[in-house]
């Protein structure tokens, strides 16, 4: 994009890397600045005296350079570059418009085929805000890796055949309160299990029927069986509306249930072959010799632990897809088995390349969660409770609005403030989920997005329709206006950027920036009063800001609202 060629011409020109431009820190500097630091071919002189001869070479060619640059500056060690306001907004903004929703995307993946596996859920189990920074935050890495040029493939693993389905399926039978309850029976089994756990804490007779429990389903036989698959159906059905309305989908989903008779098979293979060994009536991977320690695989009762199916998942995707990178997205406590699993699947001769992406936990001002305890938030209680309170700031805002207005404003600040909250935070910091603090319309939220936009919309509207290829780029000289302009060229280098680090938090606050600037811009200038050339100028600057933001939040993964 624009920055970037600006870059290479001038390291083509002047014979260094392209990797030595930066940007000052401070606009009054300069708009790009090369470090003139162990340049080749100047290794006699000091850095100032570099600058100084780049910017006479510059000078000679000044017929070539002056459609870009305004001023060309030696400073001390760093030659700095002014770029033209009127060449800068002519081709930024004929970029966006040209290009839309495609405007910063780029082909570095070259199409090359990347499975993204999160939102690894447990039927039987609550749906709680851990779950969703997990959901928010594959899904942005996912919609990072195809604005890069990669063919995603986002996939999910649901575990249903876990220990806590036979906890569950145990305590539901033990009180019929669970069928009486009139909550949807997907969300009841989650509070079924976190009771359950708390039962079964100091009852080793209800261990004993819980492991019962266990082989009857891995039978695939009798009663147990049976009611595993009506509830199962229960906890899918209600992870798909949770899908629904984060509008998050996925091309495959794979079940723990469907692997278990091929990893059976694997483990069995393996344990010949002596990567894996029993011990005390159990088969383990012991990986001492990789400092990776024992992993488990089957327990000493002969039923199936996680690696099981893990182990024949990775083996379909490998033989399956043409794949050059398999990502799983899993919580910062799983480090050390994915650690494991991929030195058993290195052992195995699957040497493609594997990827752990973590992210560390949310929590409450109160405290930790555990769906154990039961001392969590859950995905509906966490959405209740921000819609709550975005209903009462909008209708202090709006009092002339309609409730059935209100509730569909509200729908799509409720899906925004979750997801923004749980992807403005790098993957490795701890989250403290303040709902108050989240659903405030000032700050870094997205709310302030949100009304951003819907701001920038209402002036568009209200300014009367122009012809893009008609506006003169000349007009737009004011200061603000060229510092919009360069986030704006930024924007392709923020999406390589977050990309390349599976990092949505760097778009995140991109987007928060862009709108500071943006609601800077409308209040210092006047827009619709400007004379018709200036007017029109500045519209077609702000309709390419509220394009970027859009273009952003969608792959944040939220819609925009067009009035607020």
């Known amino acids: 994009m624009l920055l970037d ?56 060619e000044e017929s070539v350079w002056l459609k870009y640059f305004s001023e060309i500056k030696p400073v001390g060690p760093y030659l700095n570059f002014f770029i033209k306001p009127s060449y800068l907004a002519r081709e930024i903004i004929s970029d966006i418009s040209r290009l839309q929703g495609r405007y910063g995307q780029n082909s570095f993946g070259k199409k090359h085929q990347v499975m993204i596996e999160y939102s690894n859920g447990n039927t039987h189990k609550e749906y709680h805000i851990g779950h969703l920074r997990n959901i928010a935050y594959g899904d942005a890495v996912n919609h990072l890796l195809s604005a890069n040029g990669y063919k995603s493939i986002p996939v999910s693993y649901i575990n249903d055949f876990g220990i806590n389905v036979a906890k569950t399926i145990w305590n539901w039978r033990r009180d019929s309160v669970w069928e009486e ?4 029976k997907g969300f009841l089994l989650g509070r079924c299990y976190a009771k359950a756990s708390q039962k079964l804490r100091d009852n080793p007779e209800g261990k004993l029927e819980v492991g019962a429990i266990m082989k009857n389903i891995e039978s695939r036989q009798g009663d ?5 698959r009506i509830s199962r159906k229960w906890s899918l059905d209600y992870f798909d509306s949770i899908y629904k309305e984060l509008n998050v989908k996925f091309q495959r989903t794979f079940y723990e249930s469907a692997e278990i008779t091929e990893g059976l098979e694997i483990v069995k293979d393996l344990t010949a072959k002596g990567i894996l060994k029993k ?10 010799e990789y400092d990776l320690g024992v992993l ?18 990775a083996s379909k995707k490998i033989q399956g897809y043409n794949l050059t990178e398999s990502i799983y997205v899993v919580d910062v406590r799983q480090s050390l088995y994915f650690k494991q699993l991929f030195k058993i699947l290195d052992l195995m001769g699957y040497h493609q390349k594997l990827i752990h992406l973590t992210y560390d936990f949310v929590t409450l001002p109160g405290g930790m969660m555990a769906s154990r305890t039961g001392n969590i938030i859950t995905y509906q209680e966490l959405k209740d409770k921000i819609a709550e ?13 309609s409730e059935a207005k209100i509730a569909k404003v509200v729908e799509v600040l409720t899906i925004a403030t979750m997801k923004f ?3 403005k935070v790098g993957a490795d910091k701890v989250i403290t989920f303040n709902i108050e603090e989240a659903a405030k319309f000032d700050g870094y939220t997205a709310c302030y997005i949100e009304y951003g936009y819907a701001r920038l919309r209402s002036i568009l509207r209200k300014g009367r329709s122009f012809w893009m290829t008609r506006v003169d780029f000349k007009v737009l000289e004011e200061k603000k206006e060229k510092i919009l302009l360069l986030k704006l060229a930024k924007y392709p280098e923020i999406i390589r950027l977050a990309g390349a680090k599976y990092n949505p938090s760097e778009l995140a606050k991109y987007l928060f920036e862009l709108t500071q600037l943006a609601n800077d811009y409308y209040h210092a200038v006047n827009i619709l ?20 933001l859009r273009s952003g939040c969608a792959i944040l993964g939220f819609s925009v609202l067009e009035k607020m």
């Not at 309850?181 to 949807?184: D, F, G, Q, S, W």
């Not at 909008?394 to 609005?401: E, L, M, N, S």
């Not at 009063?529 to 970027?548: E, F, G, H, T």
């Open 5 to 60: 060629d600006l870059k290479n011409k001038l390291a083509e020109s002047l014979r260094v890397d392209s990797h030595k431009f930066s940007y000052p820190p401070n606009p009054e500097l300069g708009d790009l600045s090369l470090a003139c630091f162990d340049l080749d071919g100047f290794t006699t002189k000091n850095p100032a005296a570099a600058s100084v001869e780049l910017a006479e070479q510059l000078k000679k």
């Open 181 to 184: 309850r009139p909550e949807p």
């Open 224 to 228: 147990d069986y049976k009611f595993w």
């Open 279 to 288: 011990s005390q009536g159990a088969i383990i991977a012991d990986l001492s």
């Open 296 to 313: 488990p695989i089957i327990r000493s009762d002969g039923t199936a632990l996680y690696p099981v199916g893990d182990l024949a998942l």
């Open 389 to 401: 309170n975005l209903i009462r700031e909008t209708k202090q805002r709006h009092r002339g609005w």
């Open 421 to 423: 909250e749980m992807l």
């Open 529 to 548: 009063k400007a004379a018709p050339k200036l007017k029109y100028a500045r519209l077609a600057l702000i309709k390419s800001v509220s394009r970027v």
